[in-house]
């Protein structure tokens, strides 16, 4: 029976231009160890396309325009962040974890292979929100972040910027690692 590697949990957030890949860019990717939030990654890339959702533009208050000067390419944005996944994961298995997973996953795992050929997460990706449906057996509609914050006592909230809400990401999800914890020790 072959050792299993350890699982090194990496909270990730995006911000994009629109709700798909395909036709949106990836603007910006903040991701930090779950365990060790010191440990962090931030870049802003140039944007692919030229098409915006006025309303994503809104939310993050990023420029399709000023990213087409100060992002970094999606080729050596990618590079730089792969590189740091693999660097934190050290001898691990790199979990992606994030809220709402589907939407941050599909723009970086889209990402990786279209710009390097490969995703250093594999096909391991990890939604907080699933996790506590199944944790607190609850509906799925009881599972948005207020939901999460209101539950936990911890006041936060969004400000879409893709590393701050990745390390508030991260705190919720120890958070929801120690809830399973208890009750599994009972």
Not at 121 to 131: I, V
Not at 133 to 145: D, P, S, V
Not at 164 to 180: G, P, S, T, W, Y
């Amino acid at each position: 029976m072959g050792s299993q590697m350890k699982e090194i949990y990496i909270s990730v957030d995006v911000e994009t231009a629109g709700p798909n890949p395909g036709t949106y860019s990836l603007l910006s990717i903040g991701a930090c160890l779950v365990f060790e939030p010191a440990q962090r990654f931030y870049v802003e890339l140039q944007p692919v396309h030229d098409a915006a959702a006025a309303e994503s533009l809104q939310v993050s208050g990023l420029s399709v325009e000023a990213l087409k000067s100060r992002g970094q390419p999606p080729v050596e944005a990618m590079k730089r962040f792969a590189e740091w996944v693999e660097k934190v994961a050290a001898d691990g298995q790199p979990v992606f974890v994030a809220l709402n997973a589907p939407f941050d996953w599909m723009f970086i795992a889209d990402y990786f292979h279209r710009f390097l050929g490969q995703n250093p997460f594999g096909h391991k990706a990890l939604d907080m929100k699933a996790y506590f449906m199944g944790l607190r057996g609850i509906e799925w509609e009881q599972t948005g972040f207020d939901d999460i914050t209101e539950h936990y006592q911890i006041e936060h909230r969004l400000n879409h910027n893709a590393l701050e809400d990745a390390v508030m990401q991260a705190a919720l999800f120890r958070k929801m690692l120690e809830e399973n914890l208890i009750r599994e020790a009972r």
